[in-house]
């Protein structure tokens, strides 16, 4: 059974101290070269520069007293690191960030600006995950999982809660897709609000594990993914699974190519900065003129930390 929409309110509630309520741009130069209106819900201007504020702080709040004095650890490349940090000590909270060596210097420098402690790992999935649930048997501390976890997928919800409260005419949405934490929780606050909304997903052609997964019904893992979008070089799990593949119409393969031009185009027309794993979902929405002509569409801009020494363009 899903989350209904008065849950979804009171978890939306309960965030209201800890995350910003972040604004909806439009653009007209955007609308001319999709052929559709666009609502940009802004969450590269959320605390730490991500939704992923939103999760973690979600499910850092839910934790009891005791599970807090223990403290927290996740493994990330670094927006849900960066969350998980700064949610914690917004609560006083000790937190340990397990990171891939590869993750961007910028990330991994905010994530030590917020507090938390860093344990570097290879750069797979297995190891991340091996070395978190080591470090967490050893000290007790608590595992919060990036996108796999109930309280995360409610959290993310938030941001397109607040979208279709302020935009109620909206008929689409879509996100960006890595580990599915930002896809279930936008898709379910959409059929909460609306049934009728089309739910859609971008994701790099080199990580394309929940393309494949939706289009096989079960979850496809994904091995060695290679891509500029860092924060999409994950998986889907058994928590977002199952409500991606009930209420998610399509996901949309985006080449390399088509995420740096989508995101130089938000840069330079919309004047505002996005990362590379933000600029997917427009280049979806770019790619596919005809699946989106006419309609309003709500696109998440997931996130905005950007190695400025680094850009792709």
Known sequence: MFTGIEELKTIQNNLTSWVHYTPVLTSSAFDEAAGCRGYFKCENFQRMGAFKMRGAMNAVLSLTEEERSRGVITHSSGNFAQAV???????NIPATVIMPRNAPIIKRQAVAGYGARIIECDPTIEARV???EEESRRTGAVILHPSDQKEVIEGNSSACLELLQEFPSIQMVITPVGGGGLLAGTALAAKAVNPEITVFAGEPAGADDAYR????GKIIPSVNPITIADGLRT?????NFPI???LVKKIIRVEEDEIVSAMRFIWERMKIIIEPSAAVAPAAILKSPRLFKGKKVGIILSGGNVDLDNLPF
Do not use: E, P, Y
């Not at 998986?235 to 928590?239: T, V």
């Open 85 to 91: 940090a700064l949610s914690a000590r917004s609560l």
């Open 130 to 132: 091996a070395v978190t």
């Open 213 to 216: 997964s939706l289009k096989a």
């Open 235 to 239: 998986q889907l799990g058994d928590s």
């Open 244 to 246: 991606i593949h009930k």
